[in-house]
Nanobody, 121 residues
Framework: VQLQASGGGSVQAGASLTLSCRLS????????VAWFRRPAGKEREFVAA????????KYADSVKGRFTISRENALNTAYLQMTDLRPEDTGLYHC???????????????WGKGTLVTVSS
């Protein structure tokens, strides 16, 4: 299983970005997908997760109302739409996938390389 995250960039506060996570090597529709981020000098933290058929979705409190996770199983791709970005959203964003759906990194065995999001004030 390979995951490829893309879409990061440097933006001003209040801007929007959409991250993409493309999976190959497995049946995408069988797997849950989550986004985690690691701010500089801090621990990795949960951002959002979506179950394999998008029935269940969870968000970190810090991003509720601003971020939207979605998926297109036909394209083997999940998305994280981020609006009203804040400096505290800055970090390396990773997508992860596995059969389980949850908010903890240990629940996911498949990880992609991150894509960097930098939000300046």
């Amino acid at each position: 299983v390979q995951l490829q995250a893309s879409g990061g960039g440097s933006v001003q506060a209040g801007a929007s970005l959409t991250l993409s996570c493309r999976l190959s090597g497995h049946t995408f529709g069988a797997l849950a997908v989550a986004w985690f981020r690691r701010p500089a000098g801090k621990e990795r933290e949960f951002v959002a997760a979506i179950s394999n058929q998008a029935v269940s979705i969870k968000y970190a409190d810090s991003v509720k109302g601003r971020f939207t996770i979605s998926r297109e199983n036909a394209l083997n791709t999940a998305y994280l739409q981020m609006t009203d970005l804040r400096p505290e959203d800055t970090g390396l964003y990773h997508c992860a996938s596995d059969y389980t759906f949850g908010v903890f990194p240990d629940q996911y065995n498949y990880w992609g390389k991150g894509t960097l999001v930098t939000v300046s004030s």
